[in-house]
């Protein structure tokens, strides 16, 4: 059960990654400098970026169920999947590149969290 909470929190944090990409393509480029009130406004009425921040507090939330149950250093490592599915979408869903570098590196991912839930 606890690996089941931890994909889902883990993957509801990748959602919100994703979500917060989708709202800034919507809204365009920012400036840290200066926010215009026209794009303020645009960010606090963009849907994704409230999906966004409803994926990232129900995330916590069952991240903190999470830690108060296993150990911070076996849960952790499990956050790595998230580069997996955050590649991925970014792949299937903006047409961001995977290189074979990027494969390469997943697979090493892959194997990594695969050797850690075994212990």
């Known amino acids: 059960m606890n690996i089941f909470i931890i994909i889902v929190s883990v993957s509801l944090n990748a959602a919100a990654q994703i979500f917060l990409k989708k709202g800034m ?30 994926c990232y507090a129900v995330s ?10 296993v150990e911070v250093s076996y849960a952790y490592s499990f956050l790595s999947i998230g580069y997996i599915l955050v590649a991925l979408a970014g792949y299937y869903l903006f047409g961001e590149s995977l290189s074979a570098m990027k494969i390469w590196g997943i697979i090493t991912i892959c194997i990594g969290i695969y050797l850690i839930s075994r212990s």
């Open 60 to 69: 916590v939330i069952l991240w903190i169920v999470v830690l108060s149950r």
């Open 25 to 54: 393509l919507e809204i365009g480029r920012l400036s840290l400098t200066s926010i215009s009130y026209s794009q303020l406004i645009a960010l606090m009425s963009n849907v994704y970026l409230w999906m966004t921040l409803l």
